[in-house]
């Protein structure tokens, strides 16, 4: 499975910053192999239908290939399409110096195919593999690996939902490289309502449609890696109901696909300019015009109108989680930058030494503030980690199971659907905190292009905003996830969480811990039962006005419970481990549970008190007092 590895050149970018080809991404393959085998015991599964070809020592062996891919490979292009960017020529977007070889070697090694059905030529691998593996990747370049990650979701969608001859035509050239994927939703004056979408769909009576329209921030829209692009549009055909239940979703190919598969002429889809972003330069976000010289032909995504929605969930939950992971992967590697620049940055003399002035100056890892910003990171980066790690085992039980045990299949499943906005908000809002807080331990250093944390920070901030701004986030859990199934799986989590305090209460290390723990799920809970008396009260604004406040309650109560119950089980392995590098993984579990429990949980009770005071000031101000007009 080892990939044919390329070297890219040192080159000059339209900047007059010199853009690097130098990998600066870092990865902690030993904390993936925690989770996945002492914490969430992913072995119980391996070996059977549908990973039978699956076992430790191969997932060990291929997350070492796909970080060697990452560093050598993805990394490297990293600040190179930063600075280069991407360019509209003559109507076609250009990438950025080395990603098209890029890509050729990413699909050459199947790394970004690695969960896809070996019936189209991926490797079966569980969820959680695909998951970890999409972090390394996400990590080393969030804007090329967006490329890919997109046509996936939209071949995923595709797999599930058209007929038989559209995965014929479109499915392995998606899933090979041959072909780019997108999924267009939003419009010019509709941002994130998409109900108020008004691109068309005319039925032509021969199993195509007319399509018509604009949308605007298309990841991936255009570009010159692929032989074609294959987007899927949310249009209303003519006569269609007004808001979502009458949108429809279509294939629309940049270039229309001949019976046999050989690609025709143009399809009428124009790229009308390229967004220039803060961030994720690399990444050509279009907006894309449909249908300008009435020649753009659609077809319809299975055999049923208006299903558009509910088949674009398919891609937008996995998109979502994607981000979450994207959040992740940024805040990972910038927090481990931070860490190697701590530990080699000489500045200060130690704290024990304060009053001499001649005192040797010591690394500023050395230093309290410096220390505690490191421990905060750590905790989160890899409480988010576990997060995301359990939401993939969870799916890879639901798969293992198979048509038996539907009780089992149910929790899994609404755990998954519970877990899923939080993975997305809480990951994508924190990934933005901790490469803040890695650039002030870098100093004035970290401002500069020198480092790669001023970077992460630019890229990372698009996270909160797309696949649904972190607000809807928050509404969809406080206004559907939290009582799906009357409520249950929210039970189910939160008792969870109880088995683990009522477990671990007078744990010799971790009871102190464990009380902040037990104080943080009781305010969960009881934020729960004010959300229910606002809902039946009908006072929606103060439901709209704490939705995010809570995700986060939530969030951090998940993750201090994940971080204390992987503390527990690596308490239990000091006592066995002999060397040092085993020492020091496992008291770096310990310590960054205890820094979460006793520093980040006790937000979440302060944040109940607020919560629960209902303060509506923000509906309650006049419009001309917020200020001038």
Known sequence: MSANLIIFPVFHARSRHVAQAINRYKADLRDFSFLMFEQFNLQEVLGKEPFSEWDPDTIKEVM??????????????????????????????????????????????????????????????PS?????????????????????????????????????????IYLDNMLNGTWGGTMCLTEPHAGSDVGSSTTTAKNNGDGSYSIKGSKI??????????????????????????????????????????????????????VSSIEHKMG??????????????????????????????????KMMNFARIGVGIQGLAVASSAYLNALEYARDRKQGSSIKDWKDASAERVAIINHPNIRRDLLEMKAKVEGMRALITKLAVHQDRIKALGDSDDASKDYHEGQMNLLTPLVKAYSSDEAFRICEKAIQVYGGAGYLRDWPVEQYARDSKIFSIYEGTNAIQALDLVGRKLGQGGGKNTKAFLGDVQKFISENEEHEVLKDAVANLKKAHGAVGASTMKFLGWFQGNKMANIVLVAERFLHMMSKLAIGWLLLEGAAIAIKRLEEVE???????????KFAALYYAMNILPEVIGDSKILAAADESPVEIDDLAFGPV
């Not at 990747?137 to 007929?163: C, D, H, K, W």
């Open 64 to 125: 070492n290939q796909v970080y060697r891919f990452a560093t050598d490979v993805t990394g490297p292009l990293n600040q190179v399409g930063d600075i280069e960017g991407c360019k509209l020529v003559d109507g076609k977007v250009i990438v950025p110096t080395g990603f098209k070889e890029a890509w050729d070697k990413l699909y050459e090694a199947g790394w970004r195919t690695i969960g896809v059905s070996s019936d189209h030529g991926g490797m079966d691998a």
């Open 579 to 589: 060397s040092d590098s085993d020492k020091a993984f496992y008291s770096g579990k």
């Open 280 to 313: 994720i330069n690399g990444q050509a976000t279009c907006a894309l015009n449909f249908g300008d010289d009435d020649g753009c032909l659609g077809y319809l995504v299975g055999t049923v109108e208006h299903q558009g929605m509910r088949q674009m969930f």
């Open 128 to 168: 959680t593999v695909a998951v970890l593996s999409d972090e390394l990747l996400s990590g080393s370049n969030t804007a090329f690996n967006m490329y890919p990650g997109l046509t996936l979701g939209a071949a995923e969608v595709i797999a599930e939902f058209s007929t038989d001859e559209q995965k014929h």
């Open 217 to 270: 921030y298309i990841s991936g829209g255009d570009h010159d890696m692929a032989d074609n692009i294959i987007h899927l549009v949310l249009a209303r055909v003519e006569g269609a109901v007004p808001g979502t239940k009458g949108l429809s979703l279509f294939v629309v190919p940049k270039i229309r696909v001949n019976e046999d598969g050989s690609l025709g002429d143009a399809n009428d889809v124009q």
